[in-house]
């Protein structure tokens, strides 16, 4: 139970911390332009990253839809970015939170394709819900990742070659 409440409290830290960047960095991350009648919406509709590594950020799924779905995160850049869970389900009218970190040190454009399969309740494994569906059946979203070169303090910008230290 200690480590239940633990582990809350951390995702609400990190939530007002995501909120606090969010606000320092003029909403960087754009909310979702998508409507309430899109049966899925995904949070925020594009990413902007700061840091060249180590930024965690959250992505929700809403699930609007009256049916339940199976969620399969895939990336560009498997080595740049690292979802938590990788699969997933999302209930009839329920929120999946995704966690987001930021590995990749090399700067540049990315992109997250979020898969999605209307599922059975009596379903277990996600993964096996997309092994058993045909890729042409699967809905597929993209959200692009955008990062901002870093800043030294010099005011010249970091490449790959001359990282920043921190």
Known sequence: MEE????????????????RVKTENNSEDTPSTSDSSDPIV????EMTWGAPKGEKRRMRIVNNS????????KCSDIHAYQFEPIFSFVGVRETAKIKVVRHGIMVKEDKAVIM???CKDSDQDPAAVFKATPFDQQEKRTIPFKVRPP??????LGTKEEPMEI
């Open 116 to 118: 999605m399969v209307p």
């Open 4 to 19: 239940k409440k633990k582990r809350e409290m951390e995702e609400k830290e990190e939530e007002e911390k995501e909120i």
């Open 66 to 73: 009256n049916e339940r779905m199976a969620i399969k995160m």
């Open 42 to 45: 995904i949070e925020p509709a």
């Open 151 to 156: 800043i030294h303090n010099d005011g010249k």
